[in-house]
C-alpha cells in the first residue's frame, strides 16, 4: 500500500494534524509525518515533495495556518494529489490560511478542506489510496454504513427525546 505523508508548518499545527493521524492509523494506512515550512526551511519542503513519489507515498497532507504557502509549494514539486489543511490561528481565525491554501493557480492543484480539517484531509487520503486497495476500498464502505446506521437511530429515537424539552 503507498504511503501518506502528513506535513505540518510547525509544531505548534500538532495538536490538530494529529486528528489525522488518527483516521490513518484506524484504516491501517501507512504514514510519516513531518515537520517542513515553506518559509523557514523552504529548500527541504520542496526536496521532500519532489522525492515523495520515488518514496513510496501516493498522498500528501499538508496542513498550515497563517500565510499558509506549503501545500501550494509541496504541490508545485510533486504531481502526488496534495489535500491542503487550511489552520486555525489567533488573528484571523484560519482565513488567512482557506485562502492562501485554495487559491491555487490553474494547473497546480491543493484538494483544500475545511479549517482544522485535518480529519477529512485524511478519509480522503484514505479513500485515494482505496482506489488501489480493495481491502480498504470496503472498509472505508462500512464505516460510511455505520455513520448512515448511527443518523438513523438518532432519527428513530428522535419523538421520544422531544419529550425531554
Ligand atoms: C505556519 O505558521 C505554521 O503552519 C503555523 O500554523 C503558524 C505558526 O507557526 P509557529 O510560529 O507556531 O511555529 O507556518
Known amino acids: 500500500m503507498k504511503k501518506v505523508a502528513i ?5 505548534s499545527d500538532l495538536p490538530v494534524m494529529a486528528k489525522g493521524v488518527k483516521v490513518l492509523e484506524q484504516y491501517g494506512i501507512p504514514y510519516e509525518a513531518h515537520v517542513y515550512s515553506a518559509h523557514r526551511t523552504p529548500a527541504q519542503a520542496a526536496d521532500f515533495a519532489s522525492h515523495a513519489e520515488e518514496n ?7 496542513g498550515a495556518g497563517m500565510a499558509a504557502a506549503l501545500a501550494g ?17 489567533a488573528v484571523l481565525e484560519g482565513t488567512d490560511a ?9 494547473g497546480i492543484p ?3 478542506v475545511a479549517i482544522d480539517g485535518s480529519k477529512n484531509a485524511a478519509y480522503l487520503a484514505a479513500e485515494i489510496i482505496a482506489l488501489g486497495d480493495p ?9 460510511r454504513k455505520a455513520q448512515s446506521e448511527a443518523v438513523l437511530k438518532k432519527d428513530a429515537s428522535l419523538a421520544e427525546r422531544l419529550k425531554e424539552f
Open 7 to 11: 506535513v505540518m508548518g510547525s509544531d
Open 56 to 62: 513510496g507515498f501516493g498522498v500528501i497532507i499538508a
Open 73 to 89: 509549494v509541496l504541490a508545485a514539486h510533486t504531481t502526488l494529489p496534495v489535500i491542503g489543511v487550511p489552520l486555525k490561528s
Open 98 to 106: 482557506l485562502l492562501a491554501t485554495v487559491m491555487m493557480p490553474s
Open 110 to 112: 491543493v484538494a483544500t
Open 135 to 143: 481491502e480498504l476500498s470496503e472498509k472505508i464502505k462500512a464505516d
